[in-house]
């Protein structure tokens, strides 16, 4: 991106009110509560904000830098939702299809209902969980490490079922899930959980490729993202940003994963779908853009209009709320509803936040967002190192201040 293309007015934007995405970013990391962040703001692909504010590494006062490397978590998510969607368009792979038509493993899967591990009340899966349920969250999968008190996410504690870099192979993940009852019968709730680590597993069974390579021929090498990887290079290690996590005794920061000896840094044997991958403020933006187009950039098409329309439609009945989520992390879910692997905002005034209907997007665990907003054509993306995601209202605040810079 040339950044010496910035015309804010061009572009529909004051400057001296877009010139406050820079003060808040400061407060936040004067206070010591993050140790940096990247704002890039576009519409119909032309920048209309950068800010690049803090540290690499707070400890050795490294500025950040414009093509820093940061963890991306879940927003790894929507990048497996489109691997996924080029198979479909292949005819490989329908929304329908039972999982275990892919994964045999989980042919006789079974929902909890009542009671406590290990002696909880369960039983039979009623419909066949589908490629569709993983794509929406609402297979009835959850997380260990993030799943809460429930007895599921006690069990998936027990078996390691997390999918992290230095957990098992995906293969032996998936032995060890069937043993373990969903949270509920598939289609009955929206749970957010391992569900698109699960498809990426069904990637690598069609096409008898590493999740690696999926992503490296069909997203990363077609758009020109140089830097996404789920490992990292040796010589870009210098790059890494080092992660921080909140203290909640005293709301500043502590060290979580010091970007120069972090685990990414080695062999990665478990390739998350729905957290693993490593990028930078410049690759993600063209995978937003590629959807904001739908699907094409800079003359090279990964899915087709109809593809992406699809997946950033609302596929839920209503929002979120009705299917026994309210909120999540820091956000109010009412009016929100769910596509494939992203956020579909359907009512902003219920969900109390300036956009416009039919805006998609996602976070991650680091407090990171994307989002796109179709009818203003533009393409918001913030990148910070702070875990959890719901330490501050980061997402909300930033979209109110990019709305209320526009103008025109």
Same mark, same amino acid.
């Given at each position: 991106?040339?950044?010496?293309?910035?015309?804010?007015?061009?572009?529909?934007?004051?400057?001296?009110?877009?010139?406050?995405?820079?003060?808040?970013?400061?407060?936040?990391?004067?206070?010591?509560?993050?140790?940096?962040?990247?704002?890039?703001?576009?519409?119909?692909?032309?920048?209309?904000?950068?800010?690049?504010?803090?540290?690499?590494?707070?400890?050795?006062?490294?500025?950040?830098?414009?093509?820093?490397?940061?963890?991306?978590?879940?927003?790894?998510?929507?990048?497996?939702?489109?691997?996924?969607?080029?198979?479909l368009e292949e005819g490989r792979l329908g929304l329908g299809d039972p999982v275990a038509q892919y994964l045999p493993e989980l042919s006789d899967?079974?929902?909890?209902?009542?009671?406590?591990?290990?002696?909880?009340?369960?039983?039979?899966?009623?419909?066949?969980?589908?490629?569709?349920?993983?794509?929406?969250?609402?297979?009835?999968?959850?997380?260990?490490?993030?799943?809460?008190?429930?007895?599921?996410?006690?069990?998936?504690?027990?078996?390691?079922?997390?999918?992290?870099?230095?957990?098992?192979?995906?293969?032996?993940?998936?032995?060890?899930?069937?043993?373990?009852?969903?949270?509920?019968?598939?289609?009955?709730?929206?749970?957010?959980?391992?569900?698109?680590?699960?498809?990426?597993?069904?990637?690598?069974?069609?096409?008898?490729?590493?999740?690696?390579?999926?992503?490296?021929?069909?997203?990363?090498?077609?758009?020109?993202?140089?830097?996404?990887?789920?490992?990292?290079?040796?010589?870009?290690?210098?790059?890494?940003?080092?992660?921080?996590?909140?203290?909640?005794?005293?709301?500043?920061?502590?060290?979580?994963?010091?970007?120069?000896?972090?685990?990414?840094?080695?062999?990665?044997?478990?390739?998350?779908?729905?957290?693993?991958?490593?990028?930078?403020?410049?690759?993600?933006?063209?995978?937003?853009?590629?959807?904001?187009?739908?699907?094409?950039?800079?003359?090279?098409?990964?899915?087709?209009?109809?593809?992406?329309?699809?997946?950033?439609?609302?596929?839920?009945?209503?929002?979120?709320?009705? &299917?026994?989520?309210?909120?999540?992390?820091?956000?109010?879910?009412?009016?929100?509803?769910?596509?494939?692997?992203?956020?579909?905002?359907?009512?902003?005034?219920?969900?109390?936040?300036?956009?416009?209907?039919?805006?998609?997007?996602?976070?991650?665990?680091?407090?990171?967002?994307?989002?796109?907003?179709?009818?203003e054509e533009v393409s918001a993306l913030f990148l910070t190192q702070l875990v959890p995601s719901d330490s501050y209202r980061l997402r909300a605040?930033?979209?109110?201040?990019?709305?209320?810079? &526009?103008?025109?």
């Amino acid at each position: 991106m040339d950044f010496s293309r910035i015309r804010p007015r061009e572009q529909g934007f004051d400057p001296e009110r877009l010139a406050r995405i820079g003060a808040w970013l400061q407060r936040y990391i004067d206070a010591g509560n993050i140790p940096c962040g990247q704002v890039l703001i576009s519409r119909q692909g032309e920048p209309v904000w950068f800010e690049n504010r803090g540290y690499l590494d707070v400890e050795e006062r490294r500025p950040l830098q414009r093509d820093s490397i940061f963890r991306i978590y879940s927003m790894t998510k929507p990048i497996t939702v489109v691997a996924a969607l080029t198979l479909l368009e292949e005819g490989r792979l329908g929304l329908g299809d039972p999982v275990a038509q892919y994964l045999p493993e989980l042919s006789d899967l079974t929902a909890a209902v009542a009671g406590d591990v290990p002696d909880l009340e369960t039983e039979a899966v009623r419909e066949p969980l589908t490629i569709r349920n993983l794509m929406m969250h609402t297979a009835g999968f959850t997380y260990g490490v993030f799943g809460g008190n429930t007895p599921i996410a006690e069990a998936y504690r027990a078996e390691h079922l997390d999918f992290f870099p230095d957990s098992p192979s995906n293969a032996e993940i998936i032995a060890r899930l069937a043993k373990v009852p969903l949270m509920h019968q598939p289609g009955a709730r929206w749970s957010y959980g391992i569900s698109i680590d699960v498809l990426g597993v069904v990637l690598e069974r069609i096409t008898g490729q590493t999740l690696g390579e999926i992503f490296q021929q069909r997203v990363f090498d077609p758009l020109g993202m140089v830097d996404s990887s789920f490992e990292l290079p040796a010589e870009k290690a210098s790059r890494f940003a080092t992660l921080y996590a909140r203290d909640p005794k005293t709301d500043g920061m502590v060290l979580s994963d010091k970007g120069s000896t972090s685990k990414y840094l080695k062999k990665v044997d478990c390739r998350s779908g729905g957290g693993g991958l490593q990028s930078t403020l410049a690759d993600y933006w063209r995978f937003a853009e590629m959807l904001r187009c739908d699907g094409a950039y800079e003359g090279r098409r990964i899915l087709a209009p109809k593809t992406v329309e699809l997946m950033t439609s609302n596929h839920l009945e209503g929002d979120l709320a009705a &299917m026994g989520q309210k909120t999540f992390s820091e956000t109010n879910f009412e009016g929100v509803g769910f596509g494939l692997g992203v956020w579909v905002m359907v009512n902003p005034a219920r969900a109390g936040l300036m956009t416009s209907p039919g805006e998609f997007g996602w976070g991650g665990a680091a407090s990171t967002v994307f989002w796109v907003d179709p009818l203003e054509e533009v393409s918001a993306l913030f990148l910070t190192q702070l875990v959890p995601s719901d330490s501050y209202r980061l997402r909300a605040e930033l979209r109110n201040l990019v709305y209320q810079a &526009m103008i025109d």
